[in-house]
């Protein structure tokens, strides 16, 4: 491999194919004399060449259009064959125009004479930017290709439906892109949902296309998250909750985008669904028990006032008659009678206070301030404690459910 001195610290790799050694240094000679520190492989027959393209990582390749056993369009042919994408540049001293128009069909970038070398390093250089600039265009272009795939395959895992709608300045509604969930959230296909997005909107249960278009035009305006329950009828027939979740962004004065995804929900409705009626259920079963419990408090206390509490006045009006009837020198036995008049009374007494705390007639017949001021004073005469109820509001009326309850918490 010849060298030609560096001046600068640009280096450049050149193979040139050329039967002619001197040619292949005045080719040199025009790299050394532009600053450039040039290595550079004289090759002139198909295996030399080969094997320099496969051995070495070449900047550019120039080629005489013609040799013996070897021409530029064969070795242009072994560069395509290895996938290089390098620039290559026919050098020639005598080349027709059809030939050279030939060889740039075939794939050479360009063509000089061997008598007119000054646009040689011009040439390189130029080729050199469009041979990177084709690199980074297509490891560009791999990049996307990449992050596409790698997309595909997230959203193909994804249960649902992902979107890509766009809000047009027209006001109509645009489905950009759908993925193949739709196939099984609507039973339409992606290409159908593009070419006609009202098939989605119009799935939508009518009681339900209110929220959805009031959703979407709340987002448009102040660029806030959807995140909407609806149902829809697919196209079979079925009629599903979906569960709809996109973030919105402008991408014009007036037009909006959003990416989202729709879910299916009917599970969690159904599951939602049976949990309400079950709590309904139970509502009703414990209103059912408070009530029963009521009647039987109400019973009871009816038993201690009617039955009981009679039988004890029946008893004390007896203690007073043989109280009355009894000897006036009998001194130590009156106290005993009087005492059990005075344990009657605390008995009489008990007894209404529990039929009162149990179904309070006066919370029936005078309404629950009544019954209040009436437990209020039950409790002073029973600890001690004086209770204000000054502040009680009797304009206040609520319904017998609400008072009994208010009585139960007092």
């Known amino acids: 491999m010849a060298q030609a001195q560096p001046s600068n610290n640009i280096s450049l790799n050149i ?54 056993g070897f021409n530029a369009l064969a070795a242009l042919e072994l560069m395509q064959e290895l996938s290089l994408d390098l620039p ?42 469009e041979a ?22 997230l959203v193909s895992n994804i249960p649902g439906m992902v979107f890509q709608l766009l809000h047009t300045q027209g006001g109509e509604l645009r489905f950009l892109y759908v993925n193949e969930g739709s196939n099984t959230l609507l039973g339409l296909s992606p290409p159908e949902l593009a ?24 987002s448009a305006a102040k660029l806030s998250q959807v995140n909407w329950d609806g149902r829809i009828r697919s196209a079979d ?13 402008r991408i014009a004065s007036s037009e909006v985008q959003w990416e989202g995804i729709a879910s299916n929900i009917t599970q969690s409705k159904l599951a939602e669904n049976e949990l309400r009626a079950s709590r309904s259920q139970l509502a009703e ?21 009617d039955e009981l509490g009679g039988t004890l006045v029946a008893i004390k009006i007896e203690a007073s008659l043989l109280s009355s009837k009894m000897p006036i020198d009998h001194l130590q036995l009156r106290k005993r009678v009087r005492g059990i008049e005075g344990l009657i009374d605390e008995a009489i007494h008990t007894a209404g206070r529990v039929a009162r705390e149990l179904r309070p007639g006066i919370l029936k017949d005078f309404g629950l301030p009544a019954a209040i001021e009436c437990q209020a004073d039950d409790f002073s005469q029973r600890v001690g404690l004086n209770c204000d109820t000054a502040g009680i509001a009797h304009d206040i009326d609520p319904d017998d459910k609400t008072s009994l309850a208010l009585f139960r918490i007092l």
């Open 88 to 129: 290559f540049i026919i050098v020639s001293g005598v080349i027709d125009e059809d030939t050279a128009i030939a060889a740039m069909r075939a794939g050479a970038h360009d063509y000089l004479s061997k008598d007119h070398l000054d646009r040689l390093v011009p040439a390189v250089e130029r080729e050199i930017r």
């Open 237 to 249: 027939g079925t009629e599903k909750w979906i569960n709809l979740r996109s973030a919105p962004r």
């Open 195 to 218: 070419s006609s997005p009202r098939l989605f909107f119009d799935a939508i249960h009518s009681e339900d296309r209110g929220s959805i278009d009031a959703a979407l035009s709340l």
């Open 132 to 153: 990177r600039n084709r690199a980074e265009r297509r490891a560009a272009l791999a990049a996307v290709q990449e992050n596409e795939a790698r997309f595909r395959s």
């Open 15 to 68: 193979l040139v194919i050329e039967d002619s050694e001197d040619d292949a240094l005045l080719l040199a000679g025009c790299f050394k004399r532009a600053g450039y520190a040039l290595e550079f492989q004289r090759v002139e027959n198909a295996s030399a060449t080969r094997q320099a393209m496969r051995s070495v990582r070449w900047d550019a390749i120039l080629s005489d259009h013609s040799m013996p």
């Open 285 to 305: 079963l414990s209103s059912h028990l408070e009530a029963a419990k009521e009647e039987e408090r109400e019973r009871i206390a009816r038993d201690i006032h």
